[in-house]
């Protein structure tokens, strides 16, 4: 088998020393940055992205890669300890995970937690590693109206799940959107919203946006509350769980994957909504579902596995089709066109050993995070005794220059700085920003796609739905916001309120 | 990057700083006396950028410090270059000053102008091909113009925009009876993503861009847009050969610093280029990308930017 | 992945009680943005440099973007003015529920501090407005101990500047005028120049 001969190649060139370090040091920053509330595993990445310029493309994947793992998990060690998601898509495993903690059985709970991310994440990584290539070769036939077409479907899906508020949840996507298409267009070369100044020629990247909605105003609030950030002592005899009590929640654990594998693959949904998605589906099939929330150890270990089995899912349509599906991969996607690889189809025929590089890093950073993550639980006591203030100031520092370094232009820290307070102000008001944020990275690739498909159908615009795989994807899309919209539909013309739809989504 | 000369000359610069700092400038004739930055305009990875790191590279030597390359993409290039003009003119940045941000300049993109810059060398240049895909139905230019001016308008040419020197050709052929559709495709990877798996017809590209897959096969060069043919491809026949005298649309990259720049920071900057240019390390670049050419220095360097923003403009605009 | 991730770090983003926001506030945020979205496409282009253009042109796909924006922002004033009219909490908005105090005049002073280091950034250089920022930044999270209060901005300031302009070389700014000068000069003490 062709897959297996490469894979093994890979295998080789991931286990050089070289390589090897670069994944376990990315593995580290990530799982330390994901357990310090108020950098998620998307700034580490974003933060992380200047370093990768002294890198070739295989070992900046190596390293994000690394990042993205350790940080999809890294959240759950301070959720669980000390009851703050360390990054959002942890939210759930405070539920049933700090319960735990509560209970004194801290250390039973990130056993639990560890192994269920890790074997979610690796489940993942395996279906990269197989489903990648044949869907591939099946996006050869992929031109622009099929591009397009997978673009509309990753920026509707952010309805579809945010779907307690439909509306809001689409104008923030918009408006996102809308600050995408600020600069150069695509095509024509013309400014458009420079108002003048040469500066706003170059456009808003949605790195700069990303880390001013979410590291700045998370700053602000890390020193604004009075949050206690220091674990309390375990009550009673620590104790950690046994590979049988493991295997006892084969159940949620296999669960959790499946649903974070296919939650992962559509473009737009990621780690947050397969953690949540997860832990709602096994509250309604787990026989001991209404005790969920008391420190049940399936409530734990089901978004666990989802939310890291979306991390390999997530990288299938980076990969195949070069359309980032979310913040994490579209940073991966501007580490490899900054090093000048264009990812999609033509990716696997013209350097396979780079892409099975990567998957034979995304298994063995799986394997790895096992002792990434139980080392740093065990220093996480230490690093919390460092106080907020001076981590904040780290943080602040950190994102300038990280929206400083993705084009060296000092523009982008104003803008960062701009939205920095933004997004702290869109925080107070309960203003969606994720979908903002996944406009600004779509957005613009959905313009350039439409537009060159109609060019290259001579001004056509039935292409999009006379072409039967693009047919198919916008149909699909379509669905997708139908089903999102289906409740407050309902809502408006029975006699349920708006509110308690809302309520349906968790 | 050779960290063993930044660390040396660090270890130099202690005995050195107390010097500099009470003389207020850095003279010119101890130019230079710390790192010199390059300033590639286009993001990691395109021609723009791997010109500025190979010359970065080269010219270290010559001129005995450290050469960084920072990329400062946006706008075309222009954003790179507003760096370069509100840096000191003091020969401490360079920057990449290529073909496609000077017919940016034409269709109205930014606020500089050719005055603003002292061009050092124009030290790549290459004429442009159309290309086919290997199976493609036309396999000489001569069946392409023909069907082209059979049906006006049916093929589609995948560009790199418009309103750049790619529509100034096109506008050029279609003039004289070549009509053909300009699709333009931003990403360079599907541009030529595009012709290969059949979705448009034609490739308009320089070889070095493409050559990956020259070498596959998988593109075939039908015309070059030149007075001459191109010795690396004896065999393609020039547009003039055809009928269609284009020429002076040649995709260059050159390196240049703030106009107002010492003129012996200009000669010694001159220098490295050519000393560089002149290696075999740059002769090997160069041949592998099909861009080798006498470098173009001085007056004559300038003048080129200026006639070929001449030329981009007068088509635009008719 | 981080998809939806800030909508939901609130832990619960769905209940709609008004929680401490003006009531006028989600209409009129609605407002702006739909009047927002209508005159936006006016200032699309500076001056009339425009090109003959084929295809859509460089205006159709902002112009339709702004034109659904203005939609849907209609629809969201009209709900908003709808439950206002009702008595029921805002469609759109909700406060998160802090399970602490949150102190907003220390948040505040928190984002003009930052702001003031990034316009300081590019005037001062990097490393004294990093310094600097770190510095007044221990002090505004109440750290008082000498020691913390010099070592983590001095340290901090030379370990960040090692690592990104030295390891990452990356043109950090060194300031304007005597500004550039004292940066040269550190940068060569520090032995990154």
């Known amino acids: 088998m062709q897959t297996l001969d490469f894979l093994l190649a890979g295998f080789q060139a991931a286990f050089q020393i070289g390589a090897f370090l670069t994944i376990v040091v990315g593995l580290l920053i990530g799982v330390i940055a994901g357990a310090l509330p108020g950098i998620s595993f998307v700034n580490a990445m974003a933060m992380a992205l200047p370093f990768t310029y002294a890198m070739d493309v295989t070992h900046a994947m190596l390293f994000l890669g690394g990042i993205y793992v350790g940080g999809v998990f890294g959240g759950s060690i301070s959720a669980i300890m000390i009851n703050v998601p360390g990054t959002p898509a942890s939210l759930p495993s405070t539920w049933d995970g700090y319960a735990m ?192 929330g008391t420190g049940v150890e399936a409530g734990l270990a089901a978004p666990e596995a989802a939310k890291n089995a979306t991390t390999g899912a997530a990288m299938v349509p980076l990969l195949t089709l070069g359309i980032p599906g979310s913040a994490a991969t579209a940073i991966m996607l501007a580490a490899m066109m900054l090093q000048g690889v264009n990812p999609g189809p033509l990716l696997f025929v013209m350097d396979p050993s780079m892409v099975y590089t990567i998957f034979a890093a995304m298994i063995i950073a799986n394997v790895l995070m096992i002792g990434a993550g139980v080392g740093v639980a065990q220093m996480f006591s230490t690093l919390m005794r460092t106080p907020p203030a001076i981590l904040a100031g780290f943080i602040v520092v950190l994102s300038l220059i990280g929206a400083f370094g993705v084009r060296n232009n000092i523009f982008d820290v104003y803008v960062c700085l701009a939205f920095g307070v933004v997004g702290w102000a869109m925080k107070r008001v309960g203003f969606p920003s994720a979908p903002l944020v996944l406009g600004v990275i779509l957005g613009p690739l959905a313009e350039r796609y439409f537009l060159t498909a109609v060019a290259n159908s001579h001004q056509d615009f039935t292409v999009f739905f006379t072409r039967p795989i693009s047919a198919t994807i916008l149909l699909l899309a379509l669905v997708f916001v139908l089903w999102s919209l289906w409740p407050s539909v309902k809502s408006l013309v029975g006699r349920r309120s708006v509110q308690e739809a809302g309520l349906d989504s968790n | 990057m050779t960290r063993d000369a930044s660390l040396k000359l660090g270890a130099a610069g202690l005995v050195a700083a107390g010097l500099a700092l009470s003389s207020g400038m850095a003279l010119a004739d101890a130019y230079p006396e710390r790192p010199v930055e390059m300033v590639v305009t286009f993001g990691p990875g395109g021609g723009a950028d791997v010109m500025g790191r190979q010359m970065g590279r080269l010219m270290e030597k010559p001129l005995g410090v450290a050469i960084p390359v920072s990329n400062v993409a946006g706008a075309s290039g222009n954003a790179g270059l507003t760096h370069l003009r509100t840096n000191p003119a003091d020969g401490y940045t360079l920057g990449t000053l290529i073909s496609l941000t000077v017919a940016s300049w034409a269709s109205g993109l930014g606020d500089s102008k050719p005055e603003d810059f002292r061009v050092i060398s124009v030290v790549q240049n290459s004429p442009s091909f159309l290309f086919v895909s290997a199976d493609s139905p036309y396999q000489t230019a001569q069946d392409l113009f023909d069907f082209a001016k059979a049906n006006p308008g049916q093929l589609t040419v995948a560009t790199s925009g418009y309103g750049t020197q790619d529509d100034v050709t096109l506008k050029l052929l279609a003039g004289g009876g070549v009509k053909m559709e300009n699709v333009p495709f931003q990403s360079p990877g599907e541009r030529y993503a595009s012709p290969i798996g059949g979705h448009t017809s034609v490739l308009y590209e320089e070889p070095g861009d493409v050559a990956q897959f020259l070498k596959a096969g998988q593109l075939k060069p039908l015309v070059v847009f030149s007075m001459e043919r191109h010795p690396a491809f004896p065999d393609v026949p020039t547009s003039a050969e055809l009928g269609h005298e284009i020429s002076g649309l040649d995709n260059f990259r050159s390196i240049a610093v703030r106009a107002d720049t010492p003129p012996e920071i200009l000669t010694r900057l001159e220098a490295a280029i050519l000393e560089a240019t002149a290696s075999a390390d740059w002769q090997k670049f160069c041949t592998d990308t099909y861009s080798c050419i006498q470098p173009v220095t001085g007056d004559a360097a300038q003048k080129m930017v200026t006639d070929f923003l001449q030329l981009v403009s007068k088509q635009l605009a008719s | 992945m981080a998809m939806v991730e800030k909508a939901q770090t609130d832990p619960s983003p769905v209940t709609l009680t008004s929680g401490g926001l003006p009531p006028l506030l989600a209409p009129a945020l609605a407002c702006v943005l739909t009047f927002a979205a209508l005159i936006l496409p006016t200032f699309m282009f500076h001056g009339d440099r425009r090109l003959q253009v084929n295809g859509l042109g460089p205006g159709a796909w902002p112009g339709a973007i702004l034109m659904a924006l203005a939609a849907f922002s209609a629809v969201w004033l009209v709900l908003e003015i709808r439950a206002l009219v009702r008595g029921k909490p805002p469609v759109g908005l909700s406060a998160p529920r802090d399970e602490d105090v949150y102190h907003y005049g220390k948040a505040i002073t928190g984002i003009v501090l930052v702001i003031l280091f990034g316009w300081l950034l590019p005037i001062i250089g990097f490393a004294l407005a990093t310094a600097s920022f770190l510095l007044v930044w221990c002090l505004y999270g109440g750290l008082r101990n000498p020691w913390v209060v010099t070592l983590v901005p001095v340290l901090g300031t030379v370990g960040l500047l090692w690592m990104f302009m030295g390891l990452a070389l990356m043109p950090l700014s060194r300031g304007i005028g005597p500004f550039d000068q004292f940066s040269v000069w550190l940068l060569k003490l520090i032995g990154i120049y």
Not at chain 1, 180 to 191: E, F, I, K, R, S
């Open chain 1, 101 to 292: 903690t509560k209970r004194g059985q801290v250390k039973r709970a990130l056993t639990i937690a560890v192994t269920a991310s890790a074997t979610g994440g690796l489940v993942s990584a395996l279906m990269l590693t197989f489903l990648s290539a044949p869907f591939a070769s099946f996006a050869m036939k992929f031109s622009q109206p099929e591009f397009f077409a997978a673009t509309v479907l990753g920026l509707v899906s952010v309805i579809a799940i945010a779907k307690d508020r439909p509306i809001i949840t689409m104008i923030s996507l918009l408006i996102g959107v809308a600050i995408g298409t600020v600069g150069v267009d695509p095509l024509y070369g013309q400014a458009r919203f420079s108002f003048g100044v040469p500066e706003v020629e170059s456009g808003i990247r949605f790195v700069v946006v990303m880390i001013g909605l979410f590291a700045i105003g998370e700053v602000v609030d890390l020193v604004s509350t009075d949050r206690d950030l220091r674990p309390k002592k375990p009550q009673g005899k620590a104790s950690g769980a046994s590979f049988r009590d493991i295997l006892n929640l084969k159940g949620p654990i296999l669960r959790g994957t499946g649903i974070g594998c296919m939650i992962g693959v559509i473009p737009g949904a990621g780690a947050t909504p397969g953690a949540v998605i997860a832990y709602g589906i096994e509250k309604q099939v787990n026989p001991r579902g209404a005790e969920f």
